[in-house]
């Protein structure tokens, strides 16, 4: 009879052989939690196609935001839905703006987490473009300058990290000029560098109240099947300043965040999206499946993938599992 002189199930034996020899480990360090914070008071309005996500206003958003600093949870991704919307997304940049508001109030409160706020305008446009639109096009350039200012003043009201999501030709470079000449030459800019056109964000746009009135996002985010693609954005983010690189969606596009991974040598994010979240919970209501075991085992993959930071909206119930 044949016995094997290599057996790899020697470094399966039990629980603690296991961690031992553990190739790539997930961590709470590893999280950022989105959260969406809307104009009024007392009002928590639930994200029908995502359980457990709220639109919270500012006065309920932060007791959310303290659960999260006692999960230690090292940052929170902060998505605005203004009071009203116009053609040029005004909230976006206005200083006393929902998301202004909320960045000065859980910075006082929280100054050691990490704030990190979307720039886009979709949220805040009636027409639900992430820019300046005439004649049903989405012009580039004009966009840039209120891009600009809608990081910049995120930055002024105390935002740690400013996240360009809107996949404009030159915001990052835009918004990089921008801080610099007015002294935020320390905010570091985490670039939606490779943003695909993607089925995944439906949930997303409920949330937000941004899915697009007329026409689709296809001339300005990626086209999924390209991964060349993904690399020349990525490069290009880095020549203009970016300082982290965002791969978006994540479970779909793993080799997509592995090409990134092993061609730049910045910080990698993987943005584990509304969808995908969705998924794991509609499918873990009907009993299905384990829903601890499955996002764990999601988000180790983007791990191994080579992400280094996983934005997810999953993140508070995989830091109790972490820490369990």
């Known amino acids: 009879m044949y016995y094997p002189t290599t057996r790899p199930r020697r470094l399966r034996s039990s629980a603690n052989m296991r961690r031992l020899v553990r190739e790539h480990h997930l961590r709470v360090d590893d999280l950022i939690y989105p959260l969406f914070v809307t104009a009024g008071s007392q009002i928590k309005t639930p994200v029908q196609s995502m359980p ?21 949870i090292p940052g929170i991704l902060l998505f605005g839905i203004p009071e009203t919307k116009d053609q040029v997304g005004s909230g976006a940049y206005d200083p006393n703006g929902v998301v202004q508001q909320a960045v000065r109030a859980i910075k006082d409160k929280y100054p050691e987490l990490l704030v ?36 910049l003043s995120h930055a002024q009201n105390g935002a740690d990290i400013v996240a360009p999501s809107d996949m404009m030709d030159g915001r990052v470079q835009a918004i990089r000029e921008a801080l610099d000449e007015s002294g935020y030459e320390e905010t570091p800019v985490m670039s939606y560098s490779v ?70 040598l910045l910080p990698v994010a993987a943005y584990n999206v509304s969808g995908e979240y969705a ?45 369990e």
Request: charged share 25%; net charge negative.
């Open 52 to 72: 457990g996500v709220y639109n919270l206003s500012l006065d309920l958003l932060l007791p959310e935001v303290e659960k999260t600093v006692q999960l230690g």
């Open 116 to 151: 990190v706020t979307d720039v886009c305008l979709c949220e805040y446009t009636d027409h639900g473009h992430c820019g300046i639109v005439r004649d049903g096009t989405v012009l580039n350039d004009p966009t840039l300058e209120l891009l600009a200012r809608t990081a």
């Open 195 to 264: 943003k695909y056109c993607s089925a995944f964000y439906g949930p997303f746009r409920e949330a937000a109240g941004s899915a697009p009135q007329f026409g689709d996002r296809k001339t300005y985010q990626m086209d999924p099947p390209n991964v060349r693609e993904a690399l020349r954005e990525a490069e290009q983010d880095i020549a203009e300043g970016a300082d982290i690189l965002i791969v978006k969606p994540a479970m779909a596009y793993m080799d997509i965040i592995a090409a990134v991974r092993k061609n730049f």
């Open 279 to 323: 998924m794991v919970k509609a499918a873990a209501q009907m009993g299905w499946i384990d829903e601890q075991k499955i996002t764990m085992e999601m988000l180790s993959g983007l791990k191994r993938a080579g992400a280094d930071i996983i934005i997810t909206y999953h993140a508070p119930d995989a830091a109790r599992w972490l820490q």
